[in-house]
């Protein structure tokens, strides 16, 4: 079974709160950026027009008889109208003496402004925007300064400001409403490569370790490179392994076939009782390491193929028969006749290879333990779920042990004297299992053994 791969976040999402985040900080700066030059523009509009009255008054001070006069033009104050109704102040100094005006405003920033100043002040509570501006008089006998301040509330600007933070606002919340839109499509646009390489790899059947040849960004291209060594590597690995299971099947067993096959002429040969059974007991030896040789390396055949079944739909009852054809002459030896019954086809998805080991195997413990003149049922079914049934008649298993008999190297206490590794009912069990279904051993009501081999339906 594959181990779960470990998560470290995802790639999406941290792309996509990258995105997110920096276009609010941008969207933050922004409004903030023109809040500030809104209100810089707005203060510098006010401050002329403070500026104009303030010049106004000032040529309207004349000197006369020695006398200052100031005859406050109309327009001076007209043009300081709002609509918020901003309230108005102003003061006229002769030097540090108040000729008109309120006395709220502070003297000394009106009559030491020399050019026009502007500043904030407060008076009664609220905040006044102050501009203030000198002018000389020289008259025959005389020379003053006349010091003019006026003064004006922003209840105005603030409204504007007000106004326009709120069109930025809006401005700025919908360009990041339409900054996370295009994130979402940026962060899919990047990812695609990654899941159209995912999607493909994945629609791969197990034997296809060719290298992904597929065009990718740049950015993908040491992860495919590095992919398909891996692959290369992983594909040699795999036609070494089969070729090794291939070539010690055939170096374990021909020499085992050799060696029996010398015994048994010897044994026709021979006619002394005590080398005889000298010859019985090599053979027996030969046949015990031969089925154990065959075992193991159906076994490892098994163990290397179950994670990456090679399935192709075959018919069950073709491999099933053909099994009994080729066992056939073993089981005429015993005297022992093989009795099969089914319908025709029945298609399963699985690996032919495997499910033939699988089932020799149980055709031949079957053959290991039935008696002489005894029947071997097999029957393979279709519904519910295609599963194969083979019973013979021979001791059955033992009660207690049935449970573990399809563990590896398990032998039932009834099978001593006969051949065997204890491990016919394993490879068969775990070519179940890879198959995503079960093996099941009983007992026939009246002796004998019977397994179910199911395969997932």
Not at 2 to 19: D, I, M, N, Q, Y
Not at 352 to 366: E, K, S
Request: proline share 4%.
């Amino acid at each position: 079974m594959a181990e779960a791969v470990r998560v470290a976040g995802s790639l999406r999402k941290r792309l996509s709160l990258t995105l997110i985040g920096g276009t609010a900080v941008l969207a933050m700066i922004l409004f903030f950026a023109v809040r500030s030059y809104a209100a810089q523009i707005a203060q510098q509009g006010q401050d002329r027009i403070l500026g104009a009255s303030v010049t106004a008054i000032l040529d309207a001070a004349t000197l006369r008889d020695g006398q200052v006069q100031v005859d406050i033009p109309y327009a001076s104050f007209s043009m300081l109208g709002t609509e918020s109704d901003d309230r108005v102040f102003y003061a006229i100094y002769q030097d540090d003496l108040l000729l008109s005006g309120y006395d709220q405003l502070p003297a000394g920033s009106i009559t030491q402004a020399g050019g026009a100043t502007y500043q904030e002040i407060s008076v009664d509570g609220a905040q006044v925007r102050l501009a203030a501006a000198s002018r000389v008089l020289i008259g025959a006998n005389i020379r003053t300064t006349v010091s003019v301040g006026v003064g004006q509330t922003q209840d105005a600007l603030s409204g504007t400001l007000n106004r326009i933070s709120r069109n930025v606002a809006i401005f700025g919340g919908g360009f990041f409403v339409l900054a996370v839109l295009l994130s979402f499509w940026a962060t899919s646009n990047t990812i695609a490569p990654l899941q159209r390489l995912t999607d493909s790899l994945t629609r791969r059947g197990p034997q296809d370790l060719s290298p992904v040849t597929q065009p990718v960004p740049s950015e993908m291209v040491p992860l495919v490179s590095s992919l398909n060594v891996l692959m290369g590597r992983l594909d040699q690995s795999l036609s070494r392994s089969e070729d090794f299971i291939a070539e010690a099947a055939h170096r374990v067993r021909t020499p085992l076939a050799t060696v029996r096959s010398y015994a048994e002429t010897t044994l026709q040969r021979v006619s002394k009782e005590e080398n005889r059974m000298a010859l019985r007991s090599m053979i027996r030896a030969i046949d015990e390491s031969s089925r154990a040789a065959g075992q193991l390396l159906d076994h490892a055949m098994i163990t290397f193929r179950a994670d990456h079944l090679d399935r192709q739909q075959i018919d069950l009852f073709d491999l099933v028969e053909d099994l009994v054809v080729r066992l056939t002459p073993v089981a005429d030896m015993k005297d022992v006749q093989i009795q099969l019954s089914g319908p025709k086809p029945v298609t399963v998805a699985g690996d032919p290879i495997l499910l033939q080991n699988a089932l020799r195997n149980l055709i031949d413990n079957a053959l290991k333990y039935a008696p002489a003149d005894s029947v071997i049922d097999i029957a393979v079914h279709d519904a519910p779920g295609q599963h194969v049934v083979v019973k013979d008649q021979g001791p059955g298993f033992p009660e207690d042990q049935i449970l573990t008999l399809a563990g590896r190297f398990v032998r039932g206490d009834n099978a001593a004297g006969s051949i065997g590794s204890g491990l016919g009912l394993t490879i068969a069990h775990e070519v179940a299992i890879a198959h995503g279904g079960a093996m099941t051993l009983a007992n026939r009501p009246k002796g004998g053994a019977c397994v179910t081999f199911t395969l997932s339906s």
